[in-house]
């Protein structure tokens, strides 16, 4: 199964941009690469996901290696909300079973 | 408003008594899944359901049960719960395996004495 390595943790200061990397080097041609993110006492919550091409939303950008086995999500403004733990995962959608893994994530402050 | 509930929120409780946290989602979603999140390990996928009545076991599925007779509910059953499953438990829902967001509960925090 594709696994996934991100640092332990990262800061960042306030409204400056965060880049948080994930490497990915098992993974293959139909993962698809999510994040999620967990703020404190709370469950996790979807961020992004993309397959091959970089992708944008309203809450970050996703930047994909063209090898795609590394990928780097990208908060353009770290705000004080945005301190959590970042999960990157990847999800194969063509299998006839479900297998989701998140590992430990980083986490990240943010500095005032 | 659109969510996914579980109850109890808390829950201690002594080994071998048979328990049910019960999880509920109302957005109409087929797909329904369980972790467990332990410090240091990250989340782990213990059930999942594709739809109703069809369910199938995650990455840590040992000493869990879950049933899915409805869309909107999927309980996890612990038979005789152990020391070991001291945890907190979430339950995520989708529109469909297919779809990518999953939508978390508010998680359960179990102790097993």
């Known amino acids: 199964d594709a696994k996934t390595t991100q640092p332990n943790s990262m800061e960042s200061n306030e409204e400056e941009p965060v880049h948080l990397p994930c490497n990915h080097s098992?993974?293959?041609?139909?993962?698809?690469i999510h994040w999620y993110r967990q703020l404190p006492s709370q469950g996790p919550e979807y961020v992004i996901h993309g397959l091959t091409s970089n992708v944008n939303n309203r809450m970050a950008s996703l930047a994909i290696a063209e090898d795609r086995k590394s990928s780097t999500l990208i908060l353009h403004r770290a705000t004080l909300r945005d301190a959590a733990v970042y999960y990157c995962?990847?999800?194969?959608?063509?299998?006839?079973?479900?297998?989701?893994?998140f590992g430990p994530g980083t986490s990240l402050s943010v500095i005032p | 408003e659109a969510q996914v509930t579980q109850n109890p929120r808390y829950l201690i409780t002594v080994t071998g008594k048979k328990l049910t946290v019960t999880c509920s989602q109302n957005?109409?979603?087929?797909?329904m899944s369980w972790y467990r999140q332990d410090p240091g390990l990250g989340l782990r996928q213990i059930y999942y359901?594709?739809?109703?009545?069809?369910?199938d076991k995650g990455d840590v599925p040992e000493g869990y049960k879950v049933s899915r007779k409805e869309k909107r509910n999927f309980p996890l059953i612990l038979e005789s719960p152990s020391p070991n499953q001291t945890s907190l438990y979430f339950c995520?829902?989708?529109?469909?395996?297919?779809?990518?967001?999953?939508?978390f509960g508010p998680g359960t925090r179990l102790t097993v004495l």
């Open positions: 995520a829902s989708s529109l469909g395996r297919d779809y990518n967001e999953q939508f």
């Open positions: 359901s594709m739809n109703v009545e069809v369910t």
């Open positions: 995962i990847l999800r194969d959608l063509e299998t006839s079973y479900d297998k989701v893994i």
């Open positions: 098992t993974i293959s041609g139909t993962d698809y």
């Open positions: 957005m109409n979603h087929e797909y």
